[in-house]
């Protein structure tokens, strides 16, 4: 195929080395038992690489490195430009414009920079974008684009909407250009972020979702810590109509740790895997993921844990593009408490047997001796039987009865290690909680609070919170996501009861020992003096 390929933030050139080899294979493979020359295999692949290959990055070093790579695989220097490709085009060399024209190509692969630390806020830059203005949401959930410009925008987000345009697009007789992007997970996820939202809702009236790979969180270790997605799209300038299959895949291995060093297969015994020459095997599932990918190409694709199918209106309806959120072992689970409901009992949603599911804004934390305070909790400490490194606050703080707490509460860790789960015992009463927990605040008159804590905590929910995380950086979880949870609930509240004493007391226990910590720190203490 005479497909002209492109990397708009090519670095070092990594995307269109690979690709470059391969299509320098490609034409070896065709032309093995062909009357041509060596010479002449070489010139036609030096032409093709010469036509059809282009890269562009803004920073000299890497586009140095990228042209010695291109030279020594196969000559595509002259494709590759020190440029930003976000700026405006008129800004660009003769030579690139003539090479980069909008609607040209058939494929683009790119790894753009992303990060809130390096805005574009230039307002010629912003002008040219949809994502570069201000957006709004309407009652019915769409996203309008004023003439407003944004006073910033990440540069991910606008190389989403410059790669589609730099893309072929449809005709009547032939597709859409295709791309592979690797993006923020937050920005295929955070529902709080207006501008990840509108991004996507951009993305869904522009473009055919053709796959989405979620990456390990160790992808880009040790440089930095971001959690990230491949997203697999097709240029349509329109929102496709028909409800079609997605490919979808979480990838666990990417061959090495957090500290950047490798990591090697190993068997249940945990001995190292070799292969035919006795070498440690790199601890990599691309090659199953991409084998996944073929079989969904033709149509023989089982669903596993790794690999599955997702439809385009499920994925529009929860406005997520990750593939977390759509795991086989959550979905299973969503069925299975469906499915599995006894005689008389219901499915009801937390919102509607709670007063309130919550957590309070940011603030200033005034901290004070003891005896001017309150006892101030963070989310790491709502898990230990002995709080360590207690705080106080103020107790004439501005709306500190916002962080104030009561028993018979059930907490929820939102951000960090998310979705831990405590019921909240007496020695939590009146004390403030830091504001990465959330609040459940159970409705005596309609569910038994402590069998409320008893299904939210039950391994069957484990993967459904879990499909719940968003974000790039730090994990988190909302409480609008806990509020349209669907739970088991007996319509006999006696039922309801039977469970939640026993959590009650247990609680009524964990409370007790917390006080024989204390009791006994106190003696220690005592001794000591």
Not at 167 to 192: A, F, S, Y
Not at 258 to 286: C, E, F, S, T
Request: proline residues 5%; aromatic residues 10%.
């Amino acid at each position: 195929k005479k497909d002209k390929i492109l990397d708009p933030a090519c670095g070092s050139g990594g995307f269109l080395t690979v690709a470059l080899e391969k299509v320098r294979n490609d034409y070896d493979e065709k032309y093995k038992n062909s009357h041509l020359t060596k010479q002449q295999v070489e010139k036609i692949k030096s032409d093709y690489v010469a036509k059809h290959f282009c890269g562009v990055d803004i920073e000299e070093d890497l586009i140095r490195i990228s042209k010695a790579y291109m030279a020594i695989v196969g000559d595509g220097r002259s494709g590759i430009f020190k440029a930003d490709s976000l700026t405006e085009p008129e800004f660009w060399s003769d030579s690139m414009k003539e090479k980069l024209k909008f609607g040209s190509f058939d494929v683009i692969l790119t790894n753009p920079p992303f990060g809130k630390k390096i805005p574009i806020s230039k307002p010629s830059v912003l002008q040219q974008f949809d994502l570069g203005k201000e957006a709004k949401k309407t009652d019915n959930k769409e996203i309008i684009f004023s003439s407003k410009l944004r006073k910033s925008q990440v540069p991910d987000i606008l190389f989403i909407e410059r790669c589609i345009k730099f893309l072929k697009p449809p005709t009547k007789d032939k597709k859409g250009g295709r791309m592979g992007i690797v993006l923020p997970k937050g920005t295929l996820n955070n529902p709080d972020l207006l501008e990840d939202v509108a991004c996507r809702y951009w993305i869904f009236n522009n473009a055919k979702i053709l796959g989405v790979i979620d990456l390990p969180s160790d992808s880009f270790q040790p440089y930095t810590g971001t959690t990230t997605s491949l997203l697999l799209l097709e240029r349509t300038d329109e929102e496709p109509k028909e409800n079609y299959d997605i490919f979808m895949a979480i990838s666990n291995e990417i061959g090495h740790d957090k500290r950047g060093n490798p990591k090697y297969k190993q068997d249940k015994h945990g001995a190292y895997i070799v292969d035919k020459n006795n070498q440690m095997i790199l601890d990599v599932d691309a090659d199953e993921i991409s084998n996944d990918f073929q079989k969904y190409l033709k149509g023989n694709l089982r669903n596993s844990n790794r690999s599955f199918v997702v439809k385009y209106n499920d994925i529009k309806k929860a406005d997520r593009l990750d593939a977390s959120h759509f795991n086989p072992e959550a979905q299973k689970a969503k069925k299975r408490i469906k499915n599995s409901l006894p005689k008389g009992w219901s499915l009801r949603t937390v919102e509607s047997v709670t007063e309130n599911v919550f957590y309070p804004g940011r603030f200033k934390r005034p901290y004070v001796d003891e005896k001017y305070g309150v006892p101030f909790i963070s989310g790491a400490n709502i898990t230990r039987l002995k709080k360590v490194g207690v705080k106080y606050i103020s107790k004439k703080m501005k709306n500190l009865e916002n962080y104030i707490v009561k028993k018979d509460w059930i907490f929820v860790t939102r951000s960090g290690t998310s979705g831990i789960i405590v019921y909240a015992d007496e020695s939590f009463d009146g004390l403030a909680v830091s504001e990465h927990v959330i609040r459940i605040i159970p409705d005596s008159k309609k569910i038994d609070g402590g069998y409320l804590y008893a299904v939210l905590s039950s391994p069957i929910f484990e993967p459904i919170f879990e499909s719940a995380i968003t974000g790039s950086v730090i994990d988190e979880i909302t409480p609008n996501f806990i509020k349209g949870l669907e739970i088991p609930v007996p319509d006999d509240f006696k039922e309801q009861k039977k469970i939640g004493n026993q959590i009650k007391d247990a609680a009524k226990n964990i409370a007790l020992a917390k006080k024989s910590f204390i009791t006994v720190e106190k003696t220690i203490d005592k001794i000591l003096k």
